[in-house]
């Protein structure tokens, strides 16, 4: 292992150039253990000398950290009798202090590690078909970042859904700048590809955002749209960013029909929900947006 990298916690190491200057930057993968590109990518960044130590001076430190590892290990979202790890950030999530899970000892540990960092990279895959995409605030740093990264498309409004509790809701309360990249779908070399190039992007010393050819596409999540019964099959195949039309019925159960009310896009179509559980999100396309203003 390259002596600057310091394993400061259980799979969270932290990169201190010798002249340290900048920002500082983290980058999390693994925040759910059966997304694997993320934790992969950081064990081949933080293992020998890699290029990137010998080309990066732009920050004063690089923080990698694995999300879950016990999750990873299992491959699955989470632990067995654990929770969603990333969905314990938010201002009603119980501290380690109160509780002794493994899963609120994480989040401290995360926190702890990630209190003095300015920028976050959040790596994550999806269930379904999906282009590269950035779950962001609508805010000029985050899209300026996202194109940076050499994201396209760009949703915001998930923290409504989620009740603001995810790594990146907690990072840009305190003040940071944080995105949650979603690379592509489980399993997929498309989704590996995106991640290596997002951190390629940031971190390559040549490459740069002018306001001239820089747009990212937005979206907004309107709505929430739940399982009106269990078995739910969908009508046609959905992903991230599928358009559906005003009266179209997109699913069906024996206990009811989900049926559009407006022309929308979808995020995050659901294979198994139960009954009540968020199947899909509805969003607005806001159209392209310019990342960056002089």
Sequence with gaps: MNPSIQECAPGIWRHTPAQAKGPSLAVVGSMHGDERVGADLIADLVQGHHPIWETDARHKSILFAIGNPRALQENL???????????????????GAESTSYETQRVDALKSALSETDILIDLHQTTCPSPP??????????????????IKIGVFGAEDTYD???ITDWFNER???G?????????????????????HNYLSETWSLTANDHTIRLY?????????GDRLAWTRHLGNTSPVHAGETIATTLEGSLVVLKD????????????????????????????WEP
């Design 175 to 177: 003040g940071g700048v």
């Design 179 to 199: 995105v949650t990249i979603e690379t592509g779908k489980i399993g997929t070399p498309e989704a590996r590809e995106c991640a290596r190039a997002v951190l």
């Design 220 to 228: 907004q999540i309107r709505e929430a749209m739940r399982a009106p």
């Design 77 to 95: 979202r989470a632990r067995p009798g654990g929770e969603d790890l990333n969905r314990m950030f938010g201002p009603n999530s119980v501290s």
């Design 133 to 150: 995409v950035a779950v962001i605030p609508p805010h000029r740093e985050h899209k300026t970042l996202a194109a940076l990264l050499g």
């Design 164 to 166: 603001s509790s995810m």
């Design 264 to 291: 929308s896009a979808t995020f995050l179509p659901q294979n198994a929900p139960k009954k009540g559980e968020t199947c899909v999100l509805l969003a607005d396309d806001l159209g392209p947006q310019r990342c």
